[in-house]
Each structure stands twice: as C-alpha cells, then as structure tokens.
C-alpha cells in the first residue's frame, strides 16, 4: 500500500557532500514522519535523523552539524543534506517512515512504520 523510494546515495571522497530523497506513495493519508537510519556492516541500524510532520528534527550526535534534514510535506518527500562526510560514514541508509493510510472500502486508518530498500553511501579517506 506504501512505497518508500531512495535516490541519491553514491562513492564521494572525504570531506564531499551527497543528497539522498526519499519519496513516499500510496495510499496516504498522512505522513506523521520522516527520515533516515544508517547500518555500516557488523553493526545495528542506527537513527541518523527524523523530522516530524511538524517540522520537528533530531539528528544523532555524530552528525549534528553536518547533515541537515528537511521535508516537502506536499511531495511526502524528505531529503537529506550530507556535508563533510568522513569515511565512518559509508553505511547503507535506510529510508523510515510513520504513515497513516486509509482504506476507502471501510473508512479505517492505520498508523504503521515503512521502510526504504537502503541505499549504499560509501565515503573514501
């Protein structure tokens, strides 16, 4: 019913920028929130930053200042900004979201959580 669809991720050298976006389709009513998790190999998949419907963001420390994450609630599309990336890095982010859909048929909604496929961010030193 949902689809989450990345683009952007890609082979940048230290210190350079890339720009992934995440798009959501289907039947949604409302996207509650958006963003973006990390999972370098051996390792759990960590938050790397969230923005809410109301413009609300948290980012994980290793990041702060670095990456900035935004939304286009009419696109139900979220981007995220990568700048001076470092080596620890490269991971595959994953897309995440919280969305509300709408079954016609019955008139019902649900709230559930959606994930991307993952795109591969690979940072070189």
């Known amino acids: 019913q949902v689809q989450l669809v990345e683009s952007g991720g890609g082979l940048v050298q230290a210190g350079g920028s890339l720009r992934l976006s995440c798009a959501a389709s289907?039947?949604?009513?409302?996207?509650?929130?958006m963003g973006w998790y990390s999972q370098a190999p051996g390792e759990q998949r960590e938050l790397v930053a969230i923005?809410?419907?109301?413009?609300?963001?948290n980012y994980a420390d290793s990041v702060k200042g670095r990456f900035t994450i935004a939304g286009d609630n009419a696109k139900n599309t979220v981007y995220l900004q990568m700048n001076s990336l470092k080596p620890e890095d490269t991971a595959v982010y994953y897309c995440y979201a919280v969305i509300t859909t709408r079954t016609y048929a019955t008139s019902t909604y649900a709230t559930s959580t959606y994930w991307g496929q993952g795109t591969q961010v690979t940072v070189s030193s």
């Open positions: 289907g039947s949604i009513h409302s996207v509650n929130a």
């Open positions: 923005i809410t419907i109301g413009g609300s963001t």
